[in-house]
Every structure is written in structure tokens, then in C-alpha cells.
């Protein structure tokens, strides 16, 4: 089967900003969890599971896990370096003895908050010498590749 070279080109950009972003993504969490002193420094898996934590205020280490699509083992383990590091605590649900929510401590926040604008002053500089024009055709894109993702995701 013959391969659009549109596509092809499309995927190997898309896999190059994947990569790029992530580490762009592991050497800020470095820096912030230096300057946080904590005792290890995160990587881009536990950065994911804190955000989704902080996204939903308090959440069910299950649900989480689910979300990410990750094993719940794996959520525990980055979990267990959260607590140590003291971004979060974990407690028995109210509703379900079984299952753990999991809440973000102030350091937690304060680490999420300064990532944001990390990424924010990234975007600034990756974007500052384009035009709104080009803006604009980037902004359609996405969105149109977002939908059409979420419709594969569908069927």
C-alpha cells in the first residue's frame, strides 16, 4: 500500500513536536523540582498524572488511571513519588473505602503553576515571528485534526 506523502511528512512532524515538547516538558520539570528541592525529579509521566489530578481538584487514583490510560500499578507507583516528594496526598475515598483520592498539596500546585508558564512563555517564543494569518492556519489545523481524531476515537 502506497503511503500519502503528505501523511507520511505529517506523521514524521507530528512525532518530532511529540518528541521536542517532551523534552522541552523533562528539562523544565527538572529545573522546577530543583528549585522546589525535591528529593527526585519527575518525569513526564508523573507531570501528566499531577496536571490530570490538578484538572480535577481531587481525583480517584482508578479514574486517573483510566484517563491517562495507564496501568493502575503505574499510577500508584507515580503516586507513592508524589507523596514522597510532598505534591500530593492520598486518602480513602468518602464514597468507596477501596479506592484513594488523590489532591494536590500547595507544592503540588505551586509546581503546576509554575510549569504553566513555562509552557506559556515557550508558546510565546515558539510563535513570536509568526503572523496572525499563519496563527490562524495553525489554529484550523489543529482543531481540524483534533476532531477527526476524536471520531476515529469513536469508532
Known sequence: MRVD?????LGLLSAELTRQTRRLRENLLSKECAALSLPETLCSGDYLLLNAVGE???????????E???NPS???????????CGLVTKSTS????????ICLTGKGRLLLERMDEHRL?????VYEH???EELQTVYSCLEKEIEAL??????
Open 94 to 101: 468518602a464514597e468507596d473505602e477501596r479506592r484513594y483520592e
Open 130 to 132: 509568526t503572523t496572525e
Open 150 to 155: 476524536r471520531k476515529l476515537n469513536e469508532e
Open 56 to 66: 480535577a481538584g481531587c481525583a480517584v487514583m482508578a479514574e486517573i488511571a483510566k
Open 68 to 70: 491517562l490510560n495507564i
Open 74 to 84: 503505574t499510577a500508584t507507583r507515580q503516586v507513592n513519588r508524589m507523596l514522597a
Open 121 to 125: 512563555a515557550a508558546s510565546r517564543r
Open 5 to 9: 506523502p503528505r501523511c507520511e511528512r
